[in-house]
């Protein structure tokens, strides 16, 4: 699909020039809003969101629901693809809680059906600022207008999105199976666009569950994969994974190697949300020796901190907050690691990220 896009691109713009010449309105929207899904392709998130604006111009009449959704989502897709989360759930929830939600579950939406890919967005946007039970509640109705319509690269998406969720706040056991269900049905239905993002999902629920070695030779093909393909988007993330996983599986020269990798991408492609958590795995990967690189960890993770703070991301703020105070607490500045412990332990608290939680109250009671 990648290789296709700027043929794809030239063909829109010629559809454009002639949509122009014949004031036609309607298909001018259209054109925008498939020009806006594929800079998204491209990670030319200002363009997408662009395109998609100009869609949304004319697309204005009470009657022009089809091509109001149509440039809803693409926009969508491009805000959270810069981190931007409360403006990406804003724009998915007028898709899935709007009058037009019955018709957005016929139309297509970047290649499945524009309601099950809001849902199945809205649950990663909900995750990232750490609302877990709006997350899991809009993945749940993804999976089931999902399975409901047969779509497979809509199952896919949702079954995806709902493990991101489920691991994100802790419950790795329970991701697992969801990463395990896509790999099945991309490779059984043949979805070699999405097959990629299964494999690296599949390898990171392994590693978080313990299985770090099984998980790599899956997070390095994810990665292989979605290189191949040429689709640009979200590639920081899939580094991201594989250098979470290298860092679960031991091995933090290669993880520091393919972390910097995912930095340099996130902040060439403005992928905000990629970035803040790249900082902090670097964070990670440097308080990991005995004794650790305290100075350029701490730098690390204020640096993570100020961006998750700016884009509501709740969960790494909280768990930048514990691991400066289980860093703190190594450094023996008793006074810094409980000041960073009781707000990481009430934050966590607050989300029900209970695998992080027991470690920051664990961390507490040494310190008392």
């Known amino acids: 699909v990648g290789g296709q896009v ?7 713009r010629e559809a454009e020039e002639l949509a122009r010449q014949l004031d036609d309105q309607p298909r001018l929207a259209l054109v925008f809003g498939r020009m806006s899904a594929y800079a998204w392709m491209e990670a030319r998130y200002a363009d997408g969101i662009e395109y998609a604006q100009r869609a949304l111009r004319i697309a204005t009449a009470p ?17 959270q693809a810069r981190g931007e989360y ?3 759930i804003e724009l998915f929830t007028r898709i899935v809680e709007g009058p037009d939600a019955e018709l957005a579950k016929r139309l297509s939406g970047m290649a499945a059906p524009a309601y099950v ?3 199945a967005w809205l649950a990663e946007c909900y995750a990232a600022v750490g609302d877990f039970e709006r997350a899991l509640t809009y993945a749940d109705r993804g999976v089931q207008a999902a399975d409901a319509s047969r779509h497979p690269l809509g ?12 691991l994100q706040k802790g419950e790795f056991t329970e991701a697992l199976p969801w990463f395990e269900r896509t790999v099945h049905l991309c490779e059984t ?4 666009g999405w097959l990629p993002t299964s494999y690296s999902m599949w390898g990171w629920g392994l590693a978080w569950s313990g299985q770090a070695l099984r998980g790599l030779p899956y997070l390095q093909q994810g990665v292989a994969l979605r290189e191949s393909t040429g689709i640009k988007t979200h590639l920081s ?20 190697r393919t972390a910097d990798r995912a930095l340099d991408l996130a902040a060439a492609t403005g992928e905000q949300g990629s970035e803040a958590w790249a900082l902090y795995l670097l964070g990670e990967i440097a308080a990991q020796p005995d004794p650790p690189d305290a100075k350029r960890a701490e730098d690390h993770y204020r640096r993570a901190m100020a961006l998750a703070e700016e884009l509501g991301m709740r969960p790494l703020l909280a768990r930048c907050r514990l691991s400066l105070g ?43």
Not at 189 to 192: A, I, S
């Open 155 to 166: 199952q896919a998406i949702t079954y995806t999105l709902r493990g991101v969720a489920l």
């Open 189 to 192: 239905t043949e979805l070699l």
């Open 6 to 12: 700027p043929r794809l691109i030239q063909l829109h």
């Open 117 to 119: 890919g809001s849902c």
């Open 63 to 79: 009657h022009d629901a089809e091509r109001r959704i149509g440039a809803y989502y693409p926009l969508g897709m491009n805000h």
């Open 86 to 88: 409360r403006t990406a």
């Open 237 to 256: 993330l899939w580094y991201l994974l594989w250098a979470e996983g290298l860092l679960l599986a031991g091995n933090l020269q290669e993880a520091r």
């Open 326 to 368: 289980q860093l703190s607490r190594r450094t023996g500045n008793r006074p810094k690691a409980h000041e960073h412990l009781t707000a990481a332990t009430a934050m966590l608290r607050e989300m029900d990220m209970r695998f992080w939680l027991e470690q920051a109250e664990a961390e507490l009671k040494d310190l008392d």
